[in-house]
């Protein structure tokens, strides 16, 4: 009933920076909290960020925060993940989650690949 399609990966060097995006599509108005997680090869998934639908409650992991900016667009049904000083342990797959109220990470996106050179 929600589908979640992330944009915006790719290859960049290591300082660089790289947007990307969700665009959310079905029941969108039942999520309440959107968030990143990404998964780096033999490393479990781990939360990047998230935000709640009124964007007062956001949450960074401790390896991204300074660097890393997650935003909501109600109106256009997208979140977007900045990135900013990247490092190469910032590689991975990142995916798009959306929370139900009163429920876990219930959506996912097919997830982007960035990679961080050195």
């Known amino acids: 009933q929600v589908q979640l399609v992330e944009s915006g990966g790719g290859l960049v060097q290591a300082g660089g920076s790289l947007r990307l995006s969700c665009a959310a599509s079905?029941?969108?108005?039942?999520?309440?909290?959107m968030g990143w997680f990404r998964q780096a090869p033999g490393k479990e998934r781990e939360r990047v960020g998230s935000i709640t639908w009124s964007g007062g409650n956001i949450y960074y992991a401790d390896s991204v925060k300074g660097r890393f900016t997650i935003s909501r667009d109600n109106a256009k049904n997208t979140v977007s993940l900045q990135m900013n000083s990247l490092k190469s342990e910032d590689t991975g797959v990142y995916y798009c989650a959306a929370a139900l109220y009163g429920s876990g990470w219930s959506y996912w996106g097919q997830g982007t690949q960035v990679t961080v050179s050195s």
């Open positions: 079905g029941r969108i108005f039942s999520t309440n909290t």
